[in-house]
């Protein structure tokens, strides 16, 4: 006796629509509408449905990297210690270069400041041409009378030898170059005011000359006067005589 389900195979079919259908009929399924708003309930059932390895609103976190390490310091070349050591020459041999010829410029300068100085001293000695003094006659002059005076003090000792040519030389150049002489005097002057002491010796040795010379003259006008005297009473006394031969 061959056994039979209870259920065939059709009827089962039929039955489980139909519970699936009961089932859907009491939990009914909610559908999304792009035109409806997003509720908390709905935006939490989104977020519940996310992949748990989805990580795109949670920033990844940057690694720092290490330090860098400074950069090793190289040894120069043989060729740039060669270039730095040309170079250092070059610089050298401009500096002392350019030193000579600042050095040169300064010693010419002052050649020619000094040549200037000297020919402007000599052309300021000259007397002027409306003067009507010639210098060069009355050089010679004065020479010959320096050379009289060494003449005539030859024999004599060495204090006359030394002053006289110089004394005799110094008045002729007063008589025949008063000008000339007076310029040379203010220019051995300005030279003697540096130096205090000379400056006041000389002052001193023309005081005493000078009132030498005030003495001699005055001593000379008093001897003319006494010839004077002594040559007029010699005449009245010649003119009594012819007088009384008469």
């Avoid at 949670?58 to 330090?67: G, K, L, M, Q, R």
Wanted: aromatic share 6%.
């Amino acid at each position: 006796m061959a056994f039979r389900p209870l259920f065939s195979q059709r009827a089962v079919v039929p039955a489980t629509s139909a519970i699936l259908a009961a089932g859907l009929s009491l939990y009914p399924v909610r559908s999304l509408h792009a035109e409806a708003p997003l509720t908390s309930e709905m935006a939490r059932e989104i977020d519940l449905r996310k992949p748990i390895y989805e990580d795109a609103a949670t920033p990844a976190t940057e690694i720092p990297s290490p330090p860098k390490a400074a950069p090793k310091l190289s040894s120069p070349t043989p060729t740039e210690r060669l270039a730095q050591q040309i170079g250092q020459a070059r610089l050298f041999l401009h500096g002392y270069a350019a030193k000579s010829e600042d050095q040169l410029n300064k010693g010419l300068s002052e050649a020619l400041r000094l040549e200037n100085s000297f020919t402007n001293t000599i052309a300021s000695l000259a007397p002027p041409k409306e003067s009507g003094e010639k210098v060069m006659p009355g050089a010679l002059y004065v020479v010959v009378a320096a050379m009289a005076g060494s003449i005539v003090t030859r024999n004599r000792n060495i204090l006359l030898r030394a002053t006289v040519p110089a004394i005799t030389g110094v008045v002729a150049a007063h008589a025949v170059l008063p000008i000339t002489t007076r310029n040379v005097g203010n220019l051995v002057w300005s030279y003697e005011e540096r130096f205090p002491v000379v400056a006041h010796n000389h002052i001193l040795v023309k005081e005493r000359v000078s009132r030498f010379v005030e003495t001699g003259k005055a001593h000379s006008q008093m001897t003319f006067a006494m010839a004077e005297e002594k040559i007029g009473s010699v005449r009245e006394a010649v003119e009594d005589w012819v007088r009384q031969g008469k």
